[in-house]
């Protein structure tokens, strides 16, 4: 059975710094992962989604790395401001067996940016 | 253009009373996702549509639990003599085709369900 891990589960950084938000999942064989973000109270917006056959993906501030072969994926959060602050959940698909259709979520890093 | 939508957005019943959840996905989305976010379990999937059938439904936690697709659109889920553990923020999410082929999946809002 799949297993996402999010590892800090909390995270406290100043205005301004760069980040990495850390995924770790137990079963290589995946079809993609994706990253989303949630505000408290909302539902989850979707951030970045990486193939199985790519490495990362960038979209603004946001570069999201992959490494199937040792189970892990980075979220890297640039020059990071007060409303990055959210929670940030990764999720996998598997690539084969009955939970095909699933996503598999981690538990989240929650996040604050302090001004 | 719309997201995904979900009615209601809160709803407080008495526990034994039956609820409906409704799921708007984004036009075109032949997907749909139903999962539940409770404090301290995370997300949680439940069922998957294709079209209007459900190849997955093996995150139904019981069979007071069901769910239906209508024309390729909305859904329902359903829940029968509801207890208090059901109480969690119910999401629905919808991808342009099925995971298989690495399409996106958009979530809905959410309905928070609190069960008395």
């Known amino acids: 059975k799949q297993e996402v891990t999010q590892i800090p589960a909390a995270l406290s950084v100043p205005e301004g710094e760069n980040l990495v938000l850390n995924c770790s999942f137990t079963?290589?064989?995946?079809?993609?992962l994706q990253w989303f973000r949630q505000d408290p109270g909302k539902g989850l917006t979707s951030l970045l989604l990486?193939?199985?056959?790519?490495r990362e993906q960038t979209s603004g501030r946001l570069n999201a790395s992959l490494d199937k072969s040792s189970g892990r994926s980075t979220l890297y959060i640039a020059a990071s401001q007060p409303g990055d602050s959210a929670t940030y959940l990764c999720a996998v698909i598997p690539a084969s067996g009955a939970g095909s259709y699933q996503l598999t979520f981690g538990k989240g890093t929650k996040l604050s940016v302090i001004p | 253009g719309a997201g995904v939508s979900q009615s209601p957005s809160n709803k407080v019943t008495e526990k034994g009373k039956d609820v409906e959840l409704r799921c708007d996905p984004i036009s075109g989305h032949t997907a749909l996702y139903w999962y539940r976010q409770s404090l301290g379990q995370g997300l949680e999937f439940l069922i998957y549509?294709?079209?209007?059938?459900?190849?997955?439904k093996s995150g139904l936690p019981s069979d007071r639990f069901s769910a239906e697709r209508t024309g390729g659109s909305v859904s329902t889920l359903t829940i029968q003599r509801t207890q208090q553990e059901d109480s969690a923020v119910y999401l629905c999410a919808s991808s342009l085709g099925g995971p298989a082929v690495n399409y996106e999946q958009y979530f809905g809002p959410g309905t928070r369900l609190t069960v008395t």
């Open positions: 079963d290589s064989a995946i079809y993609n």
């Open positions: 990486i193939q199985s056959s790519q």
């Open positions: 549509f294709q079209g209007n059938s459900a190849p997955d």
